[in-house]
């Protein structure tokens, strides 16, 4: 059924999830820019592709798990690009987060090639990816959706449609960020209050999440925030402040104020300003903590 | 063991907690200024009392769940108060959502008269309460906590202690409130901002509460504001905007900058001054909408 | 020494710009995309463009004062362009409010083409225009800057120059929009709890502007939001909504977190998704009314 | 007319308003808590008194200027307070700036006492006051307003009245600061962005205070914040956060929702937590810059 597979963009999220994918039984050509992070794929029996075209030659399905919008459209619409190595009929899975409009400006292209755009960003972490626990959210044209649907659900604990429109699924994925960097925020001005009206600070995320937020993704980011401990890096503050700021375009082009969004977006910025790249982005919340006078 | 338990306050919340301390084998006496509402626990076996000193007269523990700051300072404090009429060595579970002032002012008022307060706010809706699915958290005297802690047991299905300062347990109580807020603001921004993309506001809401956010605080206030109908009333948006403003004003005591938590508090303002009082507090997810041009 | 000067558009800012350099004595050649703007300066002297081409041909200096970064692309860059129509050595003196990547984008091509931008928007609304009391803020290559001071000064009440980078004006006429927006803010926050707290709205602004903010831009917005009667109209939200965005857009470039700004650009997005399009931007103070409960 | 004038509260403020009604050749009995402030007022022929009771005792008129609502309170109703030692008929004139409901508080006290309460809080820096330029507003019983027309006039360059109510007069000075919040806010925002793009800082500062913005409130605190020298002090930090502080709780009590108060507030929160007492209040301004990446 799915003669050939490529699988393209080998950082801490896209290594997991091909690796899933063979797991699954799936034959797969990787790429990597920097070759090496392919090599550990090689053991579970991945081929080698040593250029873009060369992974894309002759696919039938070939992901992406790229860095952002323009290393996306970069490499699918640049010169020696995937766009023109596929074969008519071809999917291209899009995993990466961006924004609708490059979502939607990859389909256009797509649908002039003769072939079509998915685009499956997911939902989760590194370790939920290793683990094969991320959610996959799917949009695009049907036909395709069915054809890649098998691929999809290897790479997690399960998919959720959002219909044709592949920018809906990127919508969806940026509202998700979101959503997670509310609950950073709240919990950094929660425990900071707590902790200096005299409780523990751990003790009382410990509460917290073992009543009515016990739930992963409060205990995980929860733990970084309580213990001021950002380590492990999921990812790190100027990935997801530029997901915030593709958030912000999209809600100033539908026109919905989001003073959440906004504020979460300038913690980012402020935290990217501060320069502290080797932490997870929850570490926006020591601002919190600055803002209250604690610097340790 | 327990000689003499009283239970004053029996609106949405206390009834059904005074419920299941009568469920439990605990003998009650109840109280209520409406006293029509102390009627359904007569059928439980609660006896009544027709004032506050009754109440209170003899007794060993004495309950109290009323609506604000006011409310029971003037009920403890006040002529004909409950402090006068307890006997030495009684312990006072305050459960009432205040500030750690009034709470901290209580008790040294107990500590004075021979008597102590445990403060045990209480997390959930009435619906939890009436379903035993509440979580207590307590803080007060150790011995006293001790004393209290199977009838605080009968009311959820778990106590959570926070040492001796009672005031630290009416802090906590502010904090998961401002949580619950901060849930609401973020699930109406991202379903607004979805809605208007062109996803489907409902389908993006069991989305998101089937995979990441699949627990019951995001399900049930998701629920309120993916449906855009309030109801039924968990607690009306006067009250729970009394509650933010004590947050805000111990964030300002704690010189804690809180954003977040003033926006909560003054969307909980625009939604008091538009004058919607039978709605649960979540319908503050409506200026959302309306920011956004929505009016329906 | 001005052989030819052509201006191009004719809105409600443009207009009296140029008949301000008419009157001046300089000759123009005007041009507007409706050309029925363009005739009232016929009657001052000036003569009619019927083409963007034909207002460029032969113009040793060329005015735009256009909507947004859109527009100004096109008729400067499109086909049938400005650029194409100007001679050697020409000075394309831009007045719109446009970002400054907009700026320095035309200034390249300007540089390509053997011509020169010059970014000098204006500081004031289409009354001060009409008055010759605008600010222009100059910013491009010295000599370029040099050559059309004359006409500049001619424009409005003084000049204020910020050196060679075209972009530097952009910026800064973009903070001076934010800053008139930060008064607008302040001023209907302020007047609408004065009003709320029983003083009398319009006196409480007649008390401000006539002792600590007895300056025109309290008293002209001021009076507005006063009054509540957002007539007649300096700018419409949408187009203001466009600089703050492009603001916001600088300030994430640069990053600097800038929550007033935010505040802002999100008022105007709610009084452009309320559909109110034939108000000055001022009207936006309304929104704090609303919060507030008044809807009158 | 005037037998006997008393003033109570020689700090920053209280003393130059002292200096210029002795001036103005009022005679007058001064009062300090620290008396070594009153010296330099004996050279002018002031009066000393050595208590509270000595300053009020047999005064027709008395001024106050004192740190907060709780010294003002202290001082005019607590034991051994001036209350008590006023003759009937006698006019206090508060020129604090308090919360309206303290200025309420002290009103029902003076009409029960048959005294009257004259709410008269200033607008200016202590410089202004010193120069006699500081700005008057008044309110309370339209004849002892009449009454103490005379001194108010000598304090400064004029007095604005707000009717009977004396707490009319302490929310325009709330608001007042408020407004002055919004100035420094704005400033500080937009001249780190346009530094951080590219402009000079000063040079944009004096571009924007000669022209749009030619007024002494910009100038004054433009300069600080451009220079990022917060001397001298005006008013420290938490002085103006109380003061916020009680703006943010009237719009709590007459629910209108104000964002950017509680932005000011939170500025001057983060600023009083960091611990720098000896600076202008607008140093809250470096908040705007460190979140930027500058820590200079």
């Not at 009515?212 to 890096?233: C, E």
Request: net charge negative; hydrophobic share 50%; charged share 15%.
């Amino acid at each position: 059924m799915f003669q050939r597979i490529a699988f393209l963009g080998l950082g801490s999220m896209g290594a997991p999830m091909a690796a899933n994918l063979l797991k699954a039984g799936f034959p797969l050509t990787v790429y990597n820019r920097t070759a090496a992070k392919a090599e550990p794929l090689r053991a579970l029996g991945a081929t080698m592709a040593a250029t873009v075209t060369e992974a894309g030659a002759g696919a039938n399905v070939v992901f992406t798990m790229l860095t952002d919008d323009a290393a996306l459209l970069e490499l699918t619409l640049g010169p020696g690009g995937l766009l023109s190595a596929l074969p008519t009929g071809a999917v291209h899975v899009s995993c990466s987060t961006v924004g609708p409009g490059t979502t939607r400006q990859l389909a256009a292209a797509h649908a002039a090639h003769g072939s079509a755009l998915v685009a499956a960003p997911v939902f989760g972490k590194p370790d939920a990816a290793a683990a094969g626990r991320l959610w996959v959210g799917a949009a695009g044209p049907a036909e395709a959706r069915q054809t890649v649907m098998p691929l999809l659900e290897a790479l997690g604990q399960g998919v959720r449609e959002f219909g044709d429109d592949p920018g809906h699924a990127s919508v969806a994925k940026l509202c998700g960020n979101f959503l997670l960097g509310a609950v950073i925020e709240s919990l950094a001005e929660a425990l900071t209050l707590a902790e200096k009206a005299g409780l523990d600070r751990v003790g009382f995320y410990e509460m917290l999440t073992s009543t009515i937020f016990d739930t992963p993704v409060y205990k995980s980011y929860g733990r970084l925030i309580a213990t001021q401990h950002y380590q492990p890096v999921g990812a790190p503050p100027a990935i997801i402040r530029k997901d915030m700021n593709l958030l912000v375009q999209e809600a100033y082009a539908q026109a919905v104020p989001m003073p959440l969004a906004n504020l979460i977006r300038d913690r980012l910025t402020a935290t990217v300003a501060l320069g502290e790249p080797d932490v997870d982005w929850a570490s926006f919340a020591k601002r919190v903590s600055e803002d209250a006078g604690d610097f340790q």
